[in-house]
């Protein structure tokens, strides 16, 4: 009885791939909407609507529907990075690691993945403003994957005594 008790009034803690999971979709999606707002403010040359561009035609992905189906898609493919980030880094303390991933994103994005986005300009041709805010965000947002990410390995797994994989 005691047993059926004290499992309502704690429930489960959410398993460690939920968690980054939802970091992924979160980051992704939460950093995107920063990146817009930068946009907006003529901060940044780039919108999240740039990752429609190679697969979707028409005006439509310009619209307020675009803008809000590129941000849920940035947020997917982010689950991806915080899965990236969970099999490679984990095990780092601090967050040194985090930012170093974001600097890596950013670099990945703007030279390797560059020539897909045909609406974004050569790394050299972009404004320092852009470089400036594109750089600052992607740091963040690995600061935020790495250091979510990390805590959670470090200060529950590690410490529950679970084994480490």
């Known amino acids: ?25 979160f980051g992704g999606v939460f950093w995107s909407m920063i990146g817009y707002l930068a946009y907006l403010f003529s901060l940044t040359e780039i919108r999240p609507t740039i990752i429609l561009e ?26 991806g990075a915080a899965f990236v980030y969970y099999v490679t ?10 930012v170093g991933y974001g600097i890596v994103l ?3 994005v703007f030279f ?5 986005f045909p609406g974004m300009s050569p790394f050299l041709q972009l404004s320092r403003d852009t470089i ?10 690995g600061l935020f994957i790495g250091y979510s990410i990390s805590y959670e390995f470090q200060n529950v797994i590690v410490q529950d005594n679970e084994p480490i994989t």
């Open 1 to 25: 009885m005691e047993n059926e008790i004290k499992e309502r009034r704690y429930p489960k803690p959410m398993s460690t791939l939920t968690m980054v999971f939802w970091t992924g979709l």
């Open 54 to 79: 190679p697969w979707a035609l028409g005006d439509w992905k310009k619209d307020w529907l675009g803008t809000v189906i590129s941000i849920i898609f940035i947020g997917i493919f982010s689950v």
């Open 89 to 98: 880094l984990k095990k780092f303390k601090g967050i040194w690691p985090g």
């Open 106 to 108: 950013f670099l990945l």
């Open 112 to 116: 390797v993945l560059n020539p897909l």
């Open 132 to 141: 400036i805010t594109s750089a600052c965000i992607y740091i963040v947002y």
